[in-house]
């Protein structure tokens, strides 16, 4: 062993740092083995793909050999939840049991930091009419004066939703750099300075991928000296990366322009151009754009593979195109002419050309090796990805060479403050990467079939803590009675178990159809409180149902959830003792996105279906089904209405991905499961109590 893997074993032993320091600790198999490998990886260089279930604890198994090298280390989460847990608790705490000093800084993407500049115009961005919104400025603005960080996250009860952000922020589009009378005290560059001295950066997935595709978010000094970098949650790389690796145009960015532009041309340049007009042209173009795509009562991807995209008149199309063309042409010609009296002004202009610019490329076709595609709700976006990562992996983050000397302030030039190969080591680690040996579900969009490749099991006794029930006289799932008949059996669940369920669905019309059932169940207060995804933010969604799972009337909740319930969910002991899956999470076929990739694989000669739609399946469902067994004392139950799982031969790979849970075959034993969870849960409560 080197001295790392010597040391990080040390960590991980039953005498070591971890179990004298670190509450609740134990040793456990994969999570040392884990640490180990990652350790290895930072000696030698390299890539290294990591699988670790539920329980290993791949978070300190990261951490620990990450902190021990001496190493500059960047690492990636796919959320600022977990974002946050990192710099808040875990980094600290971790570091301070290792005994080991290190600068630790935070940095995330614009939207998450106060403009001070912007705030000083944006109640006149308000209408009279919206005093909500104000009263939110108005605490913004309080919160103002004392932050230091500028991170809108420290603002108690600021809805992540709430529209009184995009005024208070800023964008790379709308940034005045230098030119800013803030800019001395801007807190983005704040935080990228803190970034470029600190050892260990935190940042998330977007603010990575965002900084590959424009080179904007200070990445581009940050990654060169860095000489390990994690990805945790790395199985959202792919989709993540695609967002930011193409071309947009959305209505939301030309109404902000339409705004900008009246307000500072009013300010600025007052009776030099009729900013009204310009800014009226613009917002009618916008809205003119969105009306060509046709009514949408919920968010739709349309197919754009010819001139316009399907379903939506050509004609009106390249009408709408062309209008906006113009009316940002002349915004454009009016601006020149005033940019030089103010940097907001200079600022417009340069947004100006770069929103015609996109204009003209979408009423052009598409170049090869793209996909494109509308996506249609309130607002519009027009969008352009290639259909995975592994390029830009390839290119630029695997080729990079190697790390270049450290130039932090009171760091050595030239000095590296480990002993270990100049290759840079790539960590990407997750609970759920793929269905196969090779990871294939992953590392073939991520460009890294290369990579060495482990896969952790859980230390879950599954068997005994979890049971799997799969209706055998379940509606169909295209049937149009099968929502009502998941809605009956998760209400008959809940009744049963006090709430404490959770349902997921696989498209939002199951999410209403279900709730909307459920909430008609249990109207008043004769069940569970109904929590459906929407009604609330996530967090408070999340708070609830903890809650619930106290009440001293043991009501309990339910609550229903698609798409980001699926994952980040984390509700340990007897809050959530059973999840509902409506039905298997097969890739949306319609998805002009997984339609452009299943195309791409029968052109190869393969199966869209065996090699693509399953094994996405088989992920998503790990996700779903990660939400139940937190720890080795939950016990809990799995619902899948799905009977294809046990009638089609796919079945079988998917059944295969699931943890080894204990299998119900029919009504009678799923109401003794149900039993025993709430004799287990009485149990353990009047443990509680008598202890």
Not at 149 to 175: A, K, M
Not at 226 to 243: I, K, M, P, S
Not at 669 to 678: G, R, W
């Amino acid at each position: 062993m080197s001295p790392l893997q010597e040391a990080v074993a040390a960590t991980f032993a039953s005498d070591g740092t971890l179990a004298c320091t670190a509450d609740g600790f134990r040793p456990r198999d994969g999570q040392t083995q884990l640490a180990l490998a990652i350790a290895r990886t930072i000696d030698q260089g390299g890539e290294l793909v990591a699988e670790a279930a539920t329980g290993v604890g791949k978070t300190f198994a990261y951490l620990v050999p990450a902190l021990l090298s001496g190493e500059r280390v960047l690492l990636s989460t796919a959320t600022k939840a977990l974002q946050d847990q990192l710099f808040t608790r875990d980094l600290p705490q971790l570091a301070a049991a290792l005994g080991v000093p290190v600068r630790m800084a935070l940095l995330k993407g614009r939207a998450s930091y106060l403009c001070k500049h912007r705030l000083g115009f944006a109640d006149a961005a308000l209408g009279s009419h919206e005093l909500a919104q104000r009263v939110a400025l108005a605490k913004v603005a309080q919160w103002a004066q004392a932050t230091r960080t500028g991170d809108l996250g420290e603002i108690p009860g600021l809805d992540e939703r709430s529209p009184v952000i995009p005024l208070v922020t800023s964008t790379r589009e709308n940034c005045l750099g230098a030119e800013c009378p803030q800019f001395r005290g801007c807190h983005v560059n704040q935080a990228r300075r803190e970034a470029m001295a600190a050892d260990v950066v935190v940042i998330n997935h977007h603010l990575f991928f965002a900084d590959l595709a424009v080179r904007e978010s200070g990445m581009a000094e940050l990654l060169p000296t860095v000489r390990v970098v994690v990805f945790d949650e790395a199985h959202q790389l792919n989709e993540t990366g695609v967002q930011f690796l193409g071309r947009h145009l959305a209505t939301g960015q030309l109404l902000d322009f339409s705004r900008d532009l009246l307000a500072a041309g009013i300010q600025h340049a007052r009776g030099l151009a009729d900013w009204m007009v310009l800014a009226g042209n613009v917002e009618r173009a916008a809205r003119d754009l969105r009306m060509a795509a046709g009514p949408a009562k919920t968010s739709q991807r349309y197919r754009w593979a010819l001139q316009q995209p399907d379903g939506v008149d050509g004609a009106a199309w390249a009408l709408a195109l062309t209008s906006l063309g113009h009316a940002l042409a002349t915004a454009q010609r009016a601006l020149a002419n005033v940019a030089e009296s103010a940097p907001d002004l200079a600022r417009l202009n340069e947004r100006a050309a770069d929103l015609g610019e996109r204009a003209v490329r979408f009423a052009a076709p598409a170049e090869p090796g793209v996909v494109r595609w509308l996506d249609v709700a309130a607002g519009l976006r027009l969008i352009e990805s290639p259909l995975d990562i592994a390029e830009t992996v390839q290119t630029k983050l695997l080729a990079q060479p190697n790390v270049q000397p450290d130039v932090r302030p009171g760091v050595q030039a030239g000095a590296q403050p480990g002993t270990h190969s100049p290759r840079r080591a790539w960590v990407f680690v997750s609970a759920t990467l793929g269905a196969d040996a090779r990871l294939s579900w992953f590392t073939g969009p991520c460009g890294l079939e290369g990579a060495e490749v482990m896969q952790i099991a859980s230390p879950f006794d599954y068997a005994h803590q979890a049971a799997l029930y799969v209706p055998p006289e379940m509606a169909r799932p295209a049937d149009a009675h099968h929502s009502v008949e998941v809605a009956a059996l998760a209400g008959d669940i809940a009744a049963h178990l006090g709430g404490r369920t959770m349902v997921l669905t696989t498209t939002l019309r199951a999410l209403r159809t279900i709730g909307d059932a459920l909430a008609a169940r249990f109207a008043g207060r004769t069940g569970p409180e109904v929590l459906v995804q929407g009604a609330l933010p996530k967090r408070v969604l999340m708070e609830r149902f903890r809650a619930g799972a106290d009440d001293a009337l043991g009501r309990g909740c339910v609550l229903v959830g698609s798409a980001t319930f699926w994952e980040g969910v984390d509700m340990p002991g007897d809050a959530l003792q059973c999840v509902v899956i409506d039905k298997l999470p097969f890739p949306p076929p319609g998805d002009p996105l997984v339609e452009a990739r299943c195309q791409q694989l029968e052109a190869q000669g393969r199966s869209a279906f065996a090699d693509y739609s399953v094994p996405a399946a088989a992920v998503a469902l790990k996700q779903g089904a990660g939400r139940l067994i937190r720890r080795e004392t939950d016990a809990g139950l799995l619902v899948i209405c799905d009977t294809r799982l046990t009638s089609m031969g796919y079945g079988r790979r998917l059944l295969a991905a699931l943890p080894p849970m204990r299998r119900l075959r029919g009504q009678d034993e799923l109401m003794q499961a149900l039993d025993q969870l709430n004799e287990q849960r009485t149990g353990v409560g009047a443990a509680a109590q008598s202890d």
